[in-house]
């Protein structure tokens, strides 16, 4: 079983950052795609970023794009969100997540394509 736990949420104001972790424990993680996904109140929840554990490559949502960063420290089992010049939209739970190992990421399966999820953190960005 996997167990993942976010940190990092909070408030800050339009065009701040912040930067979410979240640790993964439960087994390891060598072949599996970790990502990123969020949901705002009365909106469904939407994928933000993945990146694959073994690799590093990352993944985008266009509506991120430039302005956050995915990335992991192996060595931490650890995955981090860095968010950068942020908006009153970006507000939201942000959860951790992760696929199956050996699965492949698929784009077009974005939030559906995760099996494990963290318990979530708010994020608030006031205008």
């Known amino acids: 079983q996997v167990q993942l736990v976010e940190s990092g949420g909070g408030l800050v104001q339009t065009g701040g950052s912040l930067r979410l972790s979240c640790a993964a424990s439960?087994?390891?993680?060598?072949?599996?795609?970790m990502g990123w996904c969020r949901q705002a109140p009365a909106k469904e929840r939407e994928f933000v970023a993945a990146?694959?554990?073994?690799?590093?490559?990352?993944y985008y949502a266009d509506s991120v794009e430039g302005r956050f960063t995915i990335s992991r420290d192996n060595a931490k089992n650890t995955m981090y969100l860095q968010m950068n010049s942020l908006k009153p939209e970006d507000t939201a739970v942000y959860y951790c997540?992760?696929?199956?190992?050996?699965?492949?990421?698929?784009?077009?399966?974005?939030?559906?394509?995760?099996?494990?999820w963290g318990q979530g953190t708010q994020v608030t960005v006031s205008s």
């Open positions: 990146i694959s554990w073994s690799s590093g490559y990352p």
């Open positions: 997540a992760a696929m199956k190992p050996g699965e492949f990421w698929n784009q077009a399966r974005g939030v559906t394509s995760f099996n494990y």
């Open positions: 439960g087994r390891t993680f060598s072949s599996v795609v």
